[in-house]
């Protein structure tokens, strides 16, 4: 059973930078495609950025392309997101997710850590 904790988070400013990471642990990681989503009440929960476990191109949502890159290590087991250029509209709760091959849903979650992006 694949088990995920997100760390970092918290409150920035406009145009600031944070770093998200997820502890990963769990056997056959590589059957999993991982990702970063991020939930704002009221709204969809959108799939910011996503990574297969096994190596692969990463997915970005327009969204934030350009501003946030997901990298994975798969020594230690983590999962990172670089956010740079933040915006207010970035301000939610994310998420460290995944799913397993071939899946629609990520049915894997971590506990979640807000961001706030103060104007």
Known sequence: QVQLAESGG???QVGGSLRLSCAVSGSALS????GWLRQVPGKEREVVAAVYWGGGSPYYADSVKGRFTV????????MG???????P????V???AAK???SEDYSI????????VSS
Do not use: H, I, P
């Open 31 to 34: 059957l999993y495609t991982m």
């Open 71 to 78: 990298s994975r290590d798969t020594r230690r087991n983590t």
């Open 81 to 87: 997101l670089n956010m740079n250029n933040l915006k």
């Open 10 to 12: 918290g409150l920035v």
């Open 89 to 92: 509209e970035d301000t939610a």
């Open 94 to 96: 994310y998420y460290c």
């Open 100 to 102: 397993f091959r071939g």
């Open 109 to 116: 979650w971590g506990q979640g850590t807000q961001v706030t």
